[in-house]
């Protein structure tokens, strides 16, 4: 068949105005109310003159649905939707933590650090108990120091799968109390509560940097000399009215 082969890609958009091809369709105006069917002249001439595009929402439908509509304005807000469903979509991971059934206290401590961090983000944690030569023979040190680690963590997470032999491993799967969603949001509020606690910070800094310099200036001024009084460039003169000594 020659016509298989033609190329070129499927568009999943929605036919607008011209492209829309059939004799009358089931209008919908700008505000969501029902017009009915009408010939296709007719619904685009309503477009025209609401000075907004003719969409078809329902192909399949019979007669077409169209919907008047600005169609840049509705493929952007889409376009904006579709980013923000994909920012808060939360995809649960699972993080892995390895253990050796004679684990030193402080790696105990750190390892369980991590072990609450990912639980907090609202992640599963896969604990593996590795086993070496002769621990192979003791199973129930891995066994207690799993129960131990699920007992230490039991306000942020619950055990989702029990400890089972698996080889030379010993594996248990803890599920956190939270969903991912609800971490990320807490996550965000901690964010920007922490954003706005520093913008605080900063203009109250900015505020006792000033009030400092208006402090300076009031010293120096008190400190700055007072302007000297000029001299009178001349002794007052003595009165004229004086009598010369009489001559002898």
């Not at 400092?212 to 000297?228: F, I, R, S, Y």
Request: proline share 6%; glycine share 6%; aromatic share 4%.
């Amino acid at each position: 068949m020659w016509w298989c082969n033609r190329g070129g890609s499927i568009s999943t958009e929605p036919r607008i105005n011209d492209r829309i091809r059939v004799p009358e369709v089931r209008l919908v105006g700008p505000s969501g109310e029902q017009v009915g069917i009408v010939p296709l002249a007719k619904a685009l001439e309503l477009a025209q003159e609401y000075d907004l595009d003719l969409v078809e929402v329902a192909a399949s439908a019979r007669p077409p649905v169209c919907k008047l509509m600005d169609y840049g304005k509705f493929k952007y807000e889409s376009a904006m939707k579709a980013r923000e469903a994909r920012k808060n979509q939360a995809h649960t991971v699972i993080k892995e933590m390895k253990l050796r059934p004679k684990i030193d206290p402080h790696d105990y401590d750190t390892k369980k650090g991590h072990v609450v961090r990912f639980l907090k983000q609202g992640d599963k944690v896969k604990i593996t108990i590795m086993f070496r030569g002769r621990e192979q023979s003791r199973p129930e040190l891995g066994y207690r120091l799993l129960q131990r680690l699920a007992s230490d963590v039991e306000d942020l997470g619950f055990i989702e799968s029990n400890p089972k032999q698996d080889g030379r491993n010993m594996i248990m799967v803890l599920g956190p109390h939270k969903k991912k969603t609800e971490a990320m949001a807490e996550a965000r509020e901690a964010q920007a509560a922490r954003k706005a606690e520093r913008q605080g910070l900063s203009a109250t800094d900015e505020g006792e940097f000033l009030a400092d310099e208006a402090g300076v200036d009031e010293v120096l001024a008190d400190e700055a000399p007072e302007a000297e009084v000029p001299a009178a460039e001349a002794a007052p003169a003595e009165d004229a009215s004086t009598e010369a000594p009489a001559e002898a």
